[in-house]
């Protein structure tokens, strides 16, 4: 069964402090990894997409990882804003060219308090 | 910036009542897609068409649920009779190319059923 599982569930941290979410997925045959953050009352953006070949990729302060082997990824949050605090939500692609089916985690919220 | 553009942002009704979405797309764009997110389920995929033929539906309720694209501008997601468990956060997005490609979401509608 294809599936999607991140941890932690939800995770509070102070401002200026790292931080890094956790994406454990079971999908075949897989195609890419996103990470999309979203803000509360709107909808997701895209983080990060890494394909089966790229096992780093970096967006600002945002660095996603992809261990195919392992099928785990993560996200890395360098020096934590304010702003960071969202949903982050880790979403396999599953197929290949235009007929892919997206499989979505649950996401983990995360609060980064002053 | 390009956005995709839903409205109402927010809508309340009674149980029964006919319920209409719309989704303006970016410009360009060629693949629409429909998604329902709930606290206990998530973001899941309803529908999603491409040049405006609808491609998967296979996680739309096919007896209340009917989405359609009547032009490039324009797509409507119909819910006729809404129910309560209907209550969730509905996105549209857009991309081109298939559900493999980069996917640019709306702020979404949020719909009560009382």
């Known amino acids: 069964k294809n599936q999607v599982e991140q941890s932690p569930q939800s995770l509070i941290i102070l401002e200026g402090k790292n931080c890094t979410l956790q994406?454990?997925?079971?999908?075949?045959?897989?195609?890419?990894l996103r990470w999309y953050k979203q803000d509360t009352g709107r909808g997701p953006v895209s983080l990060t997409i890494?394909?089966?070949?790229?096992n780093t990729k970096s967006n600002g302060r945002y660095t996603a990882t992809l261990d195919a082997d392992t099928k785990q990824s993560s996200l890395h949050i360098t020096a934590s804003q304010l702003s960071d605090s969202a949903s982050y939500i880790c979403v396999v692609s599953a197929g290949s060219g235009n007929t892919g089916k997206l499989i979505f985690g649950q996401g983990t919220t995360l609060q980064v308090k002053p | 910036d390009a956005r995709v553009t839903q409205t109402p942002r927010d809508k309340v009704t009674e149980m029964g009542q006919e319920v209409t979405m719309r989704c303006q797309p970016i410009?360009?764009?060629?693949?629409v897609f429909w998604y329902r997110q709930t606290m206990m389920q998530g973001l899941e995929l309803l529908a999603y068409f491409r040049n405006r033929a609808p491609l998967d539906d296979s996680g739309m309720p096919k007896d209340r649920f009917s989405a359609e694209m009547p032009d490039a501008t324009l797509a409507t997601l119909k819910i006729q009779p809404s129910e309560p468990r209907d209550s969730a956060v509905y996105f549209c997005?857009?991309?081109?190319?298939?559900?493999?490609?980069?996917?640019?979401f709306g702020d979404g509608t949020r719909l009560s059923i009382l």
């Open positions: 994406c454990n997925y079971t999908v075949s045959p897989f195609s890419n």
């Open positions: 890494m394909t089966f070949s790229e």
């Open positions: 997005a857009s991309a081109v190319g298939g559900p493999n490609q980069p996917q640019h």
């Open positions: 410009l360009g764009h060629n693949t």
